[in-house]
């Protein structure tokens, strides 16, 4: 893995073989990773292993025509000779009238802000096995745990690099370390399984291994013994582990790639009322030591703390140059890309803030309902905003949890779930995209 200076003067190197084989434009991007893990499980080690890759990605524009190619080979002949076959690809593609750089005028310039990413801590595997032992064992000492899926401890270094012929270059290393657990409680006929994770940017910021795996012994204990539930309308709570779920396919429905082909069922809905009042909707691509922040988004546009949705408006559309150029619009600075492509769209590190109910209070106040713990398929229409999952998770029965159920559907349209939205106050960042305990009434919950 190259570091991020030498990353650019590969970068550079491509580029000019692109002006040379007779592009009249181009980028390119250097993605290097190396990661480390250790899985063990019943207290012996299982798994150890590290793996180290990089790629150059690079993108010519012959008038308005494009191709892109891609290379593991990073010498300088590879690199030429990739840059002719993109080229000679680019010849004979169609034209596209919206392809092309970011206009030069708006590319990120002078020095970029640190949002922080980068931990020096050194990790070697005898510590990586040491923390996956500790969180495995705090999870089977745990009542009730009966056996182990295991439990894994990882780090890991990614170097990214993005230039383009119209002068842009920048480069950015960042760090991982996770943590995690998978155990199994009961025996015979009622056996269930739950797990916990925890992963950031630090080392330091990484939770305890023993309040990893006590957590996830503890979630699957409390998943024993499940009742099945009739179908009925009914208040779901959706808990901080899966409420930012719906955080996804609000993203997906306001890409600029699904407006320009009309097939988001929020379309229509720029400018207007998506979620109650008081709630709002963040991309915040510089928060400090964010897992997925950036100071450049993928065609090197700056990056700044966004409002998607603002006291329940919906405010823009996340766009890259092409969906902009299509749209008529401007780019927002949400590009994302790897080595193989064109940019899409997408964001950083995500949340939803503005909730001002205690859990408790929601919980207290749902005469039948179900919280819901565990999402299962992906039944989602972005056409249409129509949504069923299969869910797990607990009965809430005259205002108190009432024990595990499972097998249940849980169906809406996110049109109308969206609008009926109840957050709570627990937000918390933990993860790339966040959200409180999210309440919505009169689902159709489908079970026996």
């Not at 590290?50 to 010498?75: I, P, Y």
């Not at 595997?125 to 089977?140: G, T, V, Y």
Request: some cysteine; glycine content about 12%; aromatic content about 4%.
């Amino acid at each position: 893995m190259l570091s991020p200076d030498a990353a650019l003067d590969r970068l550079d190197a491509a580029l000019a073989a692109a002006r040379a084989a007779g592009a009249d434009a181009a980028d390119a991007v250097y993605v290097g990773d190396a990661a480390a893990h250790v899985s063990v499980r019943l207290g012996k080690l299982e798994d150890t292993g590290r793996a180290e890759g990089e790629e150059v990605g690079l993108r010519v524009f012959v008038g308005q025509r494009s191709a892109s190619v891609s290379s593991s080979d990073l010498t300088p002949a590879a690199l030429a000779e990739a840059a002719s076959r993109a080229v000679a690809m680019a010849r004979l593609a169609p034209e596209d009238p919206y392809a092309g750089l970011a206009p030069e005028d708006r590319l990120a310039k002078g020095e970029l802000p640190d949002p922080d990413i980068d931990d020096p801590t050194e990790v070697g595997a005898a510590q990586l096995k040491e923390r996956a032992l500790a969180c495995e064992d705090a999870a089977r000492a745990v009542a009730g745990i009966t056996n182990s899926e295991g439990a894994s401890a990882s780090a890991g270094a990614v170097v990214m690099a993005l230039a383009t012929s119209t002068g842009f270059r920048g480069a950015r290393r960042s760090t991982s370390h996770g943590l995690s657990a998978s155990v199994v409680a009961g025996s015979g006929g009622d056996m269930q399984r739950d797990y916990a994770w925890h992963s950031a940017r630090y080392l330091a910021d990484v939770e305890a291994a023993d309040t990893i795996g006590t957590r996830a012994g503890r979630r699957a204990v409390a998943r024993l013994n499940p009742v099945k539930l009739a179908s009925a309308q009914l208040p779901v709570l959706f808990d901080p582990r899966v409420s930012a779920s719906l955080l996804g396919h609000l993203v997906g429905a306001i890409t600029g790639s699904a407006i320009a082909r009309g097939t988001s069922f929020l379309k229509d809905r720029l400018g207007q009322r998506i979620l109650p009042v008081g709630l709002h909707v963040i991309d915040d691509p510089l928060r400090h030591r964010g897992l997925r922040s950036r100071a450049f988004d993928g065609e090197g546009l700056a990056t700044a703390r966004t409002a998607l949705v603002e006291d329940g408006i919906l405010t823009t559309w996340l766009l890259d140059v092409a969906s902009a150029r299509q749209l008529g619009l401007t780019p927002s600075g949400h590009a994302s890309r790897g080595t193989s492509g064109p940019p899409g769209a997408g964001t950083s590190n995500l949340h939803l803030e503005g909730g001002t109910v205690p859990r408790a209070d929601l919980i207290a106040g749902i005469k039948r309902g179900v919280l819901v713990t565990e999402l299962i398929g992906m039944g989602v229409n972005g056409l249409t905003g129509d949504y069923s999952r299969g869910a797990s998770g607990f009965l809430i029965a005259d205002g108190e949890i009432a024990g595990p159920v499972a097998e249940i559907t849980i169906a809406g349209n996110l049109t109308d779930m969206f609008a009926r939205l109840v957050a709570a106050d627990d937000l918390a960042f933990r993860h790339a995209s966040n959200a409180p305990t999210l309440l919505i009434d009169g689902m159709t919950v489908a079970g026996s």
